[in-house]
């Protein structure tokens, strides 16, 4: 276990688990969906694997997750106790976007933010064949520039090479400005009047590809306005 604070508090004694580096946004992980080691890699990309290991055994003791076998991999899921830490992430998350907005640009992650929208596309809107989003960030180096969504009924890949399917449609865009969509800082519409992002591909998929994707769950949480 981590350093005590030497507190009967409980705040004290629920924060001598939780506020290790990284242990929150690990259940951030598993609060939306990531179930699989290279899963939650994907979602802590600059985590290194030894770490995210030893904070998941951490957490495991403590009984707020439980490995399950499944096939040749271990499955992660969050116990009742964990299941209790949802409103607390949800309530960091509108706190955060709601007072500390600023994003510096060492906060900007093509693969985070990628893998964040692809698992909340909206696959009841998307076409039922296969469809490809290419994503190109014009203010980031060459070597990570462009992304792929391939999306399929029921399932969605990010590629960081080419998958070899025609795009439905490219998105040309800072990822500055793509993340301000993606957090409701700054509406579909008015990037694409302003020309912050450019959408290329027939004018149906075009116009429809906003609607594809349900943004961050704090996209709609209220902003001050003093």
């Known amino acids: 276990m981590g350093s005590s604070y030497g507190q009967f508090c409980p705040v004290a004694k629920a924060m001598e688990l939780l506020d290790e580096r990284w242990t929150l946004l690990i259940i951030r992980e598993l609060v939306t969906g990531s179930?699989?080691?290279n899963e939650l890699r994907r979602g802590v990309p600059r985590m290194s694997p030894s770490l995210l290991s030893r904070r998941l055994n951490r957490l495991e003791r403590a009984g707020v997750l439980e490995r399950r076998p499944d096939g040749n991999r271990v499955r992660y899921l969050l116990t009742p106790a964990g299941q209790e830490l949802r409103p607390v992430v949800e309530a960091l998350g509108a706190w955060g976007i709601r007072w500390i907005p600023e994003l510096g640009d060492e906060d900007l992650d093509p693969q985070l933010l990628l893998w964040?929208?692809?698992?909340n596309v909206d696959h009841d809107v998307v076409p039922g064949q296969r469809t490809v989003v290419r994503f190109s960030f014009t203010d980031v180096p060459a070597h990570t520039r462009h992304w792929w969504l391939v999306i399929t009924p029921g399932d969605v890949d990010?590629?960081?090479?080419?998958p070899g399917y025609p795009p439905t449609v490219?998105?040309?865009?800072g990822l500055r400005r793509m993340t301000e969509i993606w957090r409701g800082d700054l509406t579909w519409s008015g990037a694409l009047r302003?020309?912050?992002v450019e959408v290329q591909g027939p004018e149906a998929a075009r116009r429809a590809l906003p609607r594809w994707f349900r943004l961050s769950t704090f996209a709609q949480v209220p902003r001050p306005t003093g």
């Open 35 to 37: 179930r699989y080691f």
């Open 116 to 119: 964040d929208m692809h698992r």
């Open 158 to 162: 990010v590629c960081d090479d080419d």
């Open 170 to 173: 490219s998105v040309i865009a």
């Open 194 to 196: 302003s020309g912050a």
